[in-house]
Nanobody
Framework: QVDLVESGGGSVQSGGSLRLSCAADSGYEYSPYCLGWYRQTPGREREGVAT???????TYLDSVKGRFTISRDNSKKTIYLQMNSLRPEDTAMYYC???????????WGQGTQVTVSS
């Protein structure tokens, strides 16, 4: 079992920035895992926002390319999502996830809310 805890959500105006963090518990070897961020709004399916594999390779949802950056710090067992130029359509509950292989879908955090106002 991998426990993940997100933080860093909040409310910002359009064009603003936020950085999300996701910390993992210390009971396992972290570096081989594929990690990622997903988001979900009421009535819609959860969608993948960004992933980062154990070798550092990344993928992004087309609508966030150039605005969001995913990164990981294996020594801290933490991943980050730097979100710039936020738009109202980025408003969602954001979840981090982890699994041995990409896409990461086995372990989930509890979510952190991001609200962007116009």
């Amino acid at each position: 079992q991998v426990d993940l805890v997100e933080s860093g959500g909040g409310s910002v105006q359009s064009g603003g920035s936020l950085r999300l963090s996701c910390a993992a518990d210390s009971g396992y070897e972290y570096s081989p895992y594929c990690l990622g961020w997903y988001r979900q709004t009421p009535g819609r399916e959860r969608e993948g926002v960004a992933t980062i594999d154990s070798d550092g390779s990344t993928t992004y949802l087309d609508s966030v390319k150039g605005r969001f950056t995913i990164s990981r710090d294996n020594s801290k067992k933490t991943i980050y999502l730097q979100m710039n130029s936020l738009r109202p359509e980025d408003t969602a509950m954001y979840y981090c996830a982890a699994s041995v292989e990409c896409p990461p879908q086995k372990y989930w955090g509890q979510g952190t809310q991001v609200t962007v106002s116009s």
